[in-house]
């Protein structure tokens, strides 16, 4: 044959394969072609799994996942190793890292700064929030929803001043039916801002005993007992109901 010497080589196909790492728990599928060698592997492999190219040991693992042998010549091509769709590549951190270090952010080095310094700091967030007015920074806006909460508590206060303790009472909370019941409690609470009624429902139709996140505010049986606000609360003649018990 005129001295030609035929070199021959794996033929240049694409196989699918499973990545797995020392640094992580995560598998992972990619396709590669079988005419790289194992340093180009590497150098994909950098940007999949977080090991530099120069601290990899490679693995090849069956598609039983038997470990087969290690990919230890870099000149090599992919497609000489004993690699077919679904075999598994794991790839060994030789510089030490341990499953799950990628990802452990407690270890990072944090950027500190005081509240001093980054409020004099002209490229932050806040300044940018300050120049253009808006959040927290509109001080107009601020000042009116202050003003309206204060009117609203203003309000809430005043109505509630007018409820005593023991009264019957008439409550109208939107898109519930009228309950009729007795004041057991005015005031404010712990489970919510503002001034409140505890009623006792003359019919199982409350939320609770008088009992809110383990806090005792009046006595009631289990389902009697509901918070409204003042404005849903009139006062007022409202006798109980016999509900026909006394008809034959």
Not at 51 to 60: C, F, Q, R
Not at 145 to 163: G, P, V
Not at 199 to 211: A, M
Request: with cysteine; glycine share 8%; net charge negative.
């Amino acid at each position: 044959m005129n001295g030609v010497i035929i070199v021959t080589s794996p033929s240049v196909d694409v196989v699918d394969v499973r990545l797995t790492s020392s640094l992580s728990t995560f598998e992972v599928r990619r396709r590669f072609n079988r005419g790289i060698t194992v340093a180009e592997l590497k150098g994909k492999l950098e940007m999949i799994v977080g090991v530099s190219a120069s601290s990899m040991d490679l693995e090849i693992y069956s598609v039983a996942d038997t470990f087969l042998q290690k990919m230890d010549n870099d000149e090599a091509l992919l497609g000489s190793y004993p690699i077919d769709d679904n075999s598994r590549i794991n790839v060994v951190d030789k510089s030490g890292g341990q499953v799950g270090e990628l990802f452990d952010v407690s270890t990072v080095e944090k950027f500190e700064i005081s509240e001093d310094t980054y409020d004099k700091r002209t490229d932050s967030a806040r300044t940018f929030m300050k120049e253009l007015k808006v959040g927290p920074y509109n001080e107009e806006k601020t000042a009116k929803k202050k003003a309206e909460l204060a009117a609203r508590n203003e309000e809430e206060k005043t109505a509630a001043d007018a409820i005593s303790v023991g009264s019957r009472c008439q409550v109208k909370v939107p898109g519930q039916p009228t309950k009729l019941g007795t004041v057991m409690y005015v005031g404010t609470t712990d489970f919510k801002p503002g001034y409140w009624v505890g009623v006792k429902y003359d019919e199982p139709l409350g939320k609770h005993n008088g009992t809110v996140e383990e806090k005792q505010y009046f006595e009631c049986e289990d389902k009697y007992g509901a918070f409204v606000k003042p404005k849903t609360v009139t006062v007022g003649d409202f006798p109980e109901e016999d509900y026909g018990l006394d008809e034959m």
